[in-house]
């Protein structure tokens, strides 16, 4: 691409003109102003360049160096919040991001300097306190510590790393969690944009020599490890033993809280992997990563204190819970010198059974279902009844009566679960139980759903073998659910059948073909209003079915005939009472 000669000259221009400019302000050391925030702050500026810190300096500034000026107020979107007018919500940072206000707008004015018509820079101010919060100036690197009330304008590497040594410096004296807060998001603000390799060593340098030579809270602990091990979980210009995490395990006794115990455990993990990465890419022989007996006993206790933590069942959310414990018996128990639980929690003894071994027996479950109806909630949800031991913990739930039956039926049919004879036996048990009461909501008829569980529990009897069938508990009576049982699993022929099934319909012009298409509609004193379930016990034996039907339809066509008959010999004596 050719660029025009005349424009090449312009820019050529600029650039020496804007460098004149800057060389004309700069400072031979470092000039600190400090403006007063309110009668007891204030806030400090340490540049090496002269840029009017106020818009009260800005018309001696231009008077003094021949500068023109474009005043105006601008609006600037504000997405991230901030604490108000002062500058102690400035980040001055190149490309100007502004973290100030509450309010996602913010209004400022902006001053833009020109010198022969050739713009030099622009910075905006604070409203109304016309404070400087924003620079833009060619190659003008700035930062800005919130935690020190400081920014510096005009940095190099090293008043970088002197400003990051500053802030680190005042950690242990740091107290509360927005001190804390604000100590990590100064030192992560000061390489914006990207890594500076050299800048991070020295905090990492500066982390090791605060952990040899502070006593630090557990607070203060956890803000340094989080900043070592965002920088090298970043970086890969960090691999060097001297910066594993591994090396923070030893200062770790003061931690007494699980979910700090787990921050470094990930910490540890995420850099094993990464190594472990890389060495395979490069290596054919990657190193074996041993640890010493010392650090282990470490890494045991912080694993210890996971463990502690997940007994306070009280603290956790259900699923919240549930997920942690297979995080920690897949992720973190591994890491023990042995992996063992040193507690005697029920609840955790069972949930290691299931995450490491995928088993859970039927004792284990029916105590998750009564002592930790709750917490246990997620994992029972998950625990399908195609593993025998939750079938047989589910039956035994539903027949105490801790469980309703519907529930499991669906999933058993659905999942085409194998009967067994002491399933059978259960399901016997629970087809003459009474699980729900006769309900009715609103505008809706009642219902009775012990109507269809019976036909769940013949859609799983009947294929078994008659002598089977025939040994299974039987209760007499002459309910529809006694009917059923002995046409569909004890294969009877029952007298008048078909005059019953005449006087009472079924729900539909055909026979139900499925349990859950059977109606539960019962009256008010719970007898069943249609004959679903016969019909759907006949379904079982198509010709008993075909016989009865049959016998049904001659039952009705002979009530129509007679209805007829009746109806002629009305209409005959209507005839002869009119004449």
């Keep these: 691409m050719r660029i025009a000669l005349p424009l090449l000259i312009w820019l050529a221009s600029f650039i020496a003109l804007a460098d004149d400019f800057k060389d004309q302000i700069s400072f031979s050391e470092y000039q600190t102003t400090s403006i007063p925030m309110n ?81 030099l820079f622009h910075v905006q101010y604070s409203k109304p306190d016309g404070v400087l919060i924003t620079i833009e100036f060619n190659s003008v690197t700035t930062r800005t510590s919130h935690l020190l009330r400081k920014t510096v304008i005009g940095l190099n590497q090293n008043s970088l790393i002197d ?29 914006y944009r990207g890594s500076n390799t050299e800048l991070e060593r020295a905090q990492l340098d500066k982390t090791s020599n605060l952990l040899k030579s502070e006593t630090l809270s557990e607070p203060q602990l956890m803000a340094l490890f989080t900043r070592w091990c965002d920088i090298i979980n970043a970086s890969n210009e960090h691999a060097d033993k001297a910066y594993s995490p591994l090396n923070l395990v030893p200062y770790s006794s003061g931690i007494s809280q699980g979910i700090h115990a787990t921050e470094l455990l990930d ?78 929690h029920q609840l955790l003894h069972i949930y290691k059974g299931w995450f490491l071994n995928g088993h859970i027996s039927t004792a284990d ?42 529930a499991t039926l669906t999933e058993m049919k659905e999942s085409q679960i194998r ?36 036909a769940y529990i013949l859609y799983f009897l009947n294929p078994l073998p008659l002598q089977l069938r025939q040994s299974l508990p039987f209760e007499n009576g002459d309910t529809d659910g006694h009917l059923a049982w002995k046409v569909a699993i004890l294969d009877k022929e029952i007298e008048g059948l078909a005059g019953n099934l005449y006087q009472r319909p079924r729900s539909d012009d055909s026979s139900p073909d499925t349990p859950e298409n059977t109606s539960n509609r019962v009256d008010e004193q719970g007898n069943a209003h249609f004959s679903d379930l016969i019909w759907y016990a006949l379904s079982f034996h198509p010709e008993k079915e075909q016989k009865i039907s049959h016998l049904v339809e001659m039952a009705k066509a002979k009530e129509k005939e007679e209805e007829e008959e009746e109806s002629w010999l009305n209409r005959g004596h209507n005839l002869l009472e009119n004449l």
């Design 419 to 454: 009967i067994t004879d002491s399933v059978a036996k259960t399901l016997s048990v629970l087809y003459w139980q009474s699980h729900y009461p006769n309900e009715s909501f609103l505008y809706f008829s009642r219902q009775d759903k012990d109507l269809e569980k019976q």
């Design 39 to 119: 009668s007891e702050e204030h806030w400090d500026y340490v540049t090496r360049y002269d840029i009017p810190l106020t818009l009260d300096a800005v018309s001696n500034y231009t008077s003094r160096y021949g500068l023109e000026t474009i005043i105006r107020e601008r609006t600037i979107q504000n997405n991230s919040g901030g604490c108000g007018h002062s500058p102690a919500c400035a980040i001055l940072l190149p490309f100007y991001l502004i973290d100030m206000m509450l309010t996602t707008e913010v209004k400022v004015d902006e001053v833009i300097f020109y010198q022969n018509n050739v713009r």
């Design 365 to 406: 479950y029916i105590v998750l279902a009564q002592a930790y109806p709750e917490i246990s909630a997620p994992l029972r949800d998950q625990l399908s009844v195609k593993h025998s031991n939750v079938l047989d913990a589910r039956l035994a739930l539903i027949k105490d009566g801790i469980y309703p039956p519907l």
């Design 163 to 191: 400003l990051s040594n500053e802030i680190m410096s005042q950690l242990p004296n740091l107290k509360t969690e927005a001190h804390l807060e604000q100590f990590t998001d100064d030192l992560s603000g000061l390489s």
């Design 267 to 344: 910490c540890i993990i995420d850099s094993k992997e990464k190594s472990a990465s890389e060495e395979t890419a490069h290596s054919d022989h990657p190193s074996s990563g041993a640890i010493s007996p010392k650090i282990q006993k470490d890494i045991d206790r912080l694993v210890e204190l996971q463990e502690q933590a997940l007994t306070q069942l009280a603290s956790f959310q259900p699923q919240k819970w549930t997920n942690l414990t297979e995080q920690f018996f897949k992720t973190y128990l591994p890491l023990k010198s042995e992996p063992v639980l040193t507690t005697s």
